[in-house]
């Protein structure tokens, strides 16, 4: 069996199943260890033992930690149910996590945070913590999700399907306005490459709107600074900003803020979520800005709160 042809096959199916970029890296990564793990042993002839055999080796030998093995389990469980459609005969149960609570920004913390980004970097990350957003789906916004008359924003999921709404800050309007126009002017530019076939639209959406390619409203409103040809399709195509974009720049404006934590996007979001709390808001609409698709994942946040949540005043305050 040649190594590249079962890839392949396993490629083709993460992306049938519309998983990120990223989980196709990770995944294809830990098939392949898990190939050579045992001598590039078609996984067909492989089952229960061999992958217990492969995890035991990664937490016992190897010492990686419980996420890492969490990964690696994964990646076997959907190469073996979605890939080969073969049912696992035993129960194989996720390494527990140590949990930790979110790490959260005061107000000052973001205002400095905020200060020392600039240009596209502040934009994105003002929406990350203004409108509660994840940086995948920061990444992935069009001018279409955009809706300047309501103040919202509407957050897709073409997995699984879903779509929700969250607020557009006041403040943030003018900059959305301007980043629109400067978006418009590079589609205009991009439109006159004879080999441009348009945004990159994942599958599903591509059959059901063909046609919108090139669509003024299906651009993104953060995209990558050039046309690449798609690696599936073969054709020129117009993708959205690597996560790493932002990520770089936010490390850099925490460490200049003089932030000892360490703060990331997904910290901007959860002091969303917190500062939210502080002001009153009941959970479950704290919840649906969110996508929270349960109430727990949101109940966590009443546990760090910086306001006083005893509601009691010192009596050396009254002296």
């Not at 996590?97 to 020392?116: D, F, G, Q, T, Y």
């Not at 698709?293 to 760090?304: G, V």
């Amino acid at each position: 069996m040649e190594r590249s042809d079962f890839l392949d096959e396993v490629r083709d199916v993460i992306r049938k199943s519309q998983l990120s970029e990223s989980t196709e890296k990770s995944y294809l990564d830990w098939v392949y260890r898990f190939m050579l793990f045992h001598s590039k042993k078609d996984p067909r002839q492989m089952g229960e033992d061999e992958i217990k055999e492969f995890l035991e080796d990664l937490q016992q030998k190897r010492k990686v930690a419980p996420a890492t093995q969490n990964q690696a389990l994964n990646a076997l469980l959907f190469l073996y149910k979605k890939v080969l459609h073969v049912s696992l005969d035993f129960e194989l149960k996720n390494t527990r996590l140590e949990k930790h609570l979110p790490l959260v920004l005061s107000r000052e913390e973001v205002k400095r945070v905020l200060a020392n980004l600039h240009g596209e970097f502040r934009l994105m990350a003002s929406l990350i913590y203004g409108s509660g957003l994840r940086l995948s789906e920061c990444m992935k916004l069009r001018i279409r999700d955009i809706d300047f008359d309501r103040k919202e924003i509407a957050v897709r999921s073409v997995k699984e399907g879903l779509e929700r709404h969250t607020i557009i800050p006041e403040i943030l309007i003018p900059m959305l306005m301007r980043q629109v126009e400067k978006i418009s002017l590079s589609h205009a530019e991009n439109l006159l490459e004879p080999e441009f076939s348009g945004t990159f639209i994942s599958d599903g959406t591509d059959e059901i709107n063909k046609g919108v390619f090139k669509d003024h409203a299906w651009q993104y409103l953060f995209p990558a600074r050039k046309l690449t040809t798609d690696p599936i399709t073969g054709k020129l195509t117009q993708h959205y900003h690597h996560e790493s974009y932002l990520q770089k720049a936010l490390k850099e404006a925490v460490i200049k803020a003089g932030i000892t934590i360490r703060a990331s996007c997904s910290t901007l979001r959860h002091s969303f979520a917190v500062h939210l709390l502080e002001d009153g808001y009941d959970m479950h609409t704290i919840q649906k800005l969110l996508g929270h698709k349960n109430i727990r994942s949101t109940l966590i946040y009443t546990h760090i709160q910086h306001k006083n949540r005893l509601h009691v005043i010192s009596p050396l305050d009254v002296l």
